[in-house]
């Protein structure tokens, strides 16, 4: 495997939660990669340590990646070409959706990570808001018109999620300690499937909140397993495996639901740790659910904290 480079404080912290320990009546710790340490934190960091190598070692000039405008992977992501000393391209959309599903909510602009992605020097290719299909496309575009251009470009799928960076994960297993379930967001994939392939052969469960409705979600993350299984000299991973919870996403991608802002304002009060409302606020509402109708009576828990907080000041 690659040497990552180094951009986050490792390991993070894992702390137990005695007040939500007591009232959920679960053993409940919680793994804060919201305190990397590294541009407002975040499980995106631990992608780009290896990303940011792979980009370095094949003499890129500039990054060119995608997402929303209000994209905590892309806030991270310039931080980390600004550590590489590369160039980074961000194609956003406003609100990007997937046809058929709601629309997500519209950010405020200027605050939150639009106005971080301004501090880390992202270069940001506006295009009008359409489906997720359109935004993957202009970004290969832009892509090619830079290479057109005599750069060497470096291109990111979304949320950093390639094989590579589901392997950040796969060995940040081992910073954990033992338990019977890890809990954590999942969107496009690589934070989930790389926990999940790191205990395959071991009873601890890795169960994903989905943040986006779309049954072909679980198709991304087949795909990001699948090439994380190579990577490794592993068997393939079976669908069936994979446990993926889609009944807590609320109104849809992108929008704030009632129950994770319900959970967002449950733990700051009981615990004074602070959730995001596109992501962990959402994965952490799945679990007081599971808490509460006794699917997790009896276990050691780990809540996965994925960041994210700058959004709470771009959503109300
Ligand atoms: C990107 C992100 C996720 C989802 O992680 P994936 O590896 O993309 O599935 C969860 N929470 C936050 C705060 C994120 O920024």
């Known amino acids: 495997m690659i040497a990552p480079i180094s951009l986050i404080l490792k390991p993070t912290p894992c702390h137990r939660l005695e007040r939500a320990s007591a009232a959920l009546g679960i053993d409940l710790w919680i793994k804060r990669d919201d305190l990397t340490g ?10 780009l340590e290896y990303l940011m190598a792979e980009a ?13 405008r209000e994209s905590n992977f892309i806030r991270q992501l310039g931080a980390a070409c600004a550590v590489a000393g590369l160039a980074c391209v961000a194609v956003v959309m406003n609100q990007p959706h997937e046809p058929g599903y709601a629309v997500p909510t519209a950010p405020r602009i200027g605050v939150g990570n639009d106005r971080l992605n301004e501090i880390f020097g992202v270069e940001f290719e506006e295009i009008p808001d359409g489906p997720w299909d359109d935004l993957f496309e202009a970004a290969r575009l832009r892509a090619r018109h830079e290479r057109d251009a005599g750069q060497r470009v470096y291109e990111i799928p979304i949320g950093g999620s390639s ?4 392997y950040a994960f796969f060995e940040a297993a081992d910073e ?23 205990f395959r052969d071991f009873p601890t469960q ?32 079976a669908p069936d495996d994979i446990d993926l919870r889609r009944e807590f996403v609320g109104p849809g991608y992108g929008v704030p639901s009632e129950s994770g802002n319900a959970a967002i304002e449950w733990l700051a009060r009981t615990e004074g740790i602070l ?18 109708s006794g699917e997790l009576a009896g276990e050691t828990v780990v809540f996965w904290h994925t960041g994210g907080l700058p959004s709470l000041f771009a959503f109300r």
């Open 38 to 47: 590294f541009a407002m934190g975040g499980n995106k960091g631990r992608k």
């Open 176 to 198: 954990l300690p033992i338990c019977d379930r890890v809990v954590t967001a999942t969107s496009s994939g690589s934070t989930h499937i790389g926990l999940h392939m790191a």
């Open 163 to 166: 094989p590579l960076g589901a």
């Open 56 to 68: 370095i070692a094949e003499g890129a000039d500039v990054v060119v990646a995608c997402g929303s």
């Open 206 to 237: 890795v169960t994903g909140i989905a943040c986006d409705p779309e049954p072909a979600l679980l198709d991304d993350l087949i795909a990001v397993a699948n090439g994380l299984s190579d990577l490794l000299d592993q068997p393939k991973v």
């Open 275 to 292: 959730l995001d409302p596109i992501y962990s606020g959402k994965a952490f509402s799945g679990l007081m659910e599971m808490a509460r």
